[in-house]
């Protein structure tokens, strides 16, 4: 759980705001960060969803650092493709502005 604590620092809050956000204590943060402890599923869950990453993320079984979302196959061209991918690559709050951008430009040329 070495990325735990990256993530939180990053994010700029304590063990003890943490600790709140996902309905637990702070010394469970720290026995997670420090290894002495693992989180179950559903703690894990959590940290994932309020840290906007994977569980596999959390664990260091990937790389892949934004949430993996389920996807449903499309035929695609290569500018589309390049979208898709780019989208992905963005965390939430973006994804929700170039959401509203699309929107936006929809509505305009109506």
Do not use: C, W
């Not at 965390?91 to 305009?108: F, G, K, P, Y």
């Amino acid at each position: 759980m070495e990325r735990l604590k990256a993530l939180r620092e990053e994010k700029g809050i304590s063990q003890q705001k943490l600790a709140e956000k996902i309905q637990t204590n702070q010394q469970n943060i720290h026995r997670y960060e420090h290894g002495f402890y693992e989180p179950d599923i559903q703690t894990l869950k959590l940290l994932a969803d309020f840290f906007e990453t994977s569980i596999d993320y959390l664990v260091g079984n990937t790389e892949i650092r934004h949430k993996i979302e389920s996807v449903q196959p499309f035929d695609l061209n290569a500018d589309e493709a390049i979208l898709i991918e780019k989208y992905r690559q963005l965390r939430s709050n973006a994804r929700n502005s170039v959401m509203n951008m699309i929107d936006t430009l929809l509505e305009q040329d109506k």
